[in-house]
């Protein structure tokens, strides 16, 4: 045989096995995914809850999970496909496809995450079907959706501020926050603004104004920054949320009081 040909059927040979690997290594993955997917289909719900993450569960009840399957077709999945899957560090993800008992497909995108040794679901996305389009990780919400987040986590915050206890805050917050940051550590980190918290409340009748559109993160973090135009001063905002569950939910909050 000639040497170039050898060379080649090694190359090819080293490229299935390289295939191989990847299908191997991620295969866990996609079980978990294809197991959660079944389990609805079902009707199995403790199967189904058992795939899920312990951050997933803590920020979804039983009824919010079930309507957003509903809302986006995913309770009646006949078939998943996944076009790209991946695990390493920890964190895993599925890319992919569901065909429904009617025949429709609907794009969806899903994080992992390894919990004591088991892949467990962190966050489900519909997906947009082109990357950097849609809801989740590749993609940002619309701007009313923004406006939306920003005033309900800024709502929560000035309302801890006014009783002077960030407990409300600390169970509206993620739990990856939540977990990293207890309701002392938030109460030292904001305790600056108790005294003015009641004459905060009037941001709750203001809109939100954002500074520049959105970003993301290739972590992705999603970061909004605005103010409300308080008087004298107005209250500065910057927000940053994760995925998680099946919505973005607070990551990180920095506040701060200026002259227009």
């Known amino acids: 045989m000639k040497t170039w040909i050898k060379i080649l059927l090694g190359i090819v040979g080293a490229i299935v096995l390289i295939v191989a690997g990847a299908f191997y290594f991620t295969s866990g993955v996609a079980k978990v995914g294809d197991d959660f997917f079944a389990a609805i289909?079902?009707?199995d719900t403790a199967r189904a809850y058992g795939t899920l993450s312990t951050a997933f569960r803590a920020d979804t009840s039983d009824s919010e999970l079930a309507a957003y399957l509903a809302d986006n077709r995913m309770d009646r999945v006949n078939e998943t496909s996944w076009s790209s899957r991946s695990a390493g560090n920890g964190r895993g993800s599925l890319v992919g496809t569901l065909t429904t008992t009617e025949g429709e497909s609907v794009p969806v995108e899903i994080d992992l995450i390894d919990e004591q040794g088991q892949w467990k679901i962190y966050a489900i996305r519909k997906g947009g079907g082109t990357a950097g389009v849609g809801e989740g990780a590749k993609g940002l919400p619309g701007e009313k959706r923004q406006?939306?987040?920003?005033?309900?986590?800024?709502?929560?915050?000035?309302?801890t501020l006014a009783a002077g206890d960030m407990t409300g805050f600390h169970e509206h917050v993620s739990r990856l926050w939540a977990k990293q940051?207890?309701?002392a550590a938030l109460d030292e980190a904001y305790k600056s603004f108790?005294?003015?918290?009641?004459?905060?409340?009037?941001?709750?009748?203001?809109?939100?104004?954002?500074?520049?559109?959105?970003?993301?993160?290739?972590?992705?973090?999603?970061?909004?920054?605005?103010?409300?135009?308080?008087?004298?001063?107005?209250?500065?905002?910057?927000?940053k949320y994760i995925y998680e569950g099946t919505d973005w939910k607070l990551m990180g909050l920095s506040v701060n009081l200026k002259k227009p």
């Open 41 to 43: 289909r079902s009707g």
């Open 147 to 159: 406006v939306a987040l920003a005033a309900e986590s800024i709502g929560v915050f000035v309302d």
């Open 181 to 183: 940051f207890d309701v």
């Open 194 to 239: 108790y005294a003015i918290g009641p004459n905060l409340q009037v941001i709750k009748t203001l809109s939100p104004i954002f500074d520049a559109p959105a970003t993301l993160s290739e972590a992705g973090v999603m970061q909004i920054k605005g103010y409300y135009p308080t008087n004298p001063s107005r209250f500065h905002f910057d927000l």
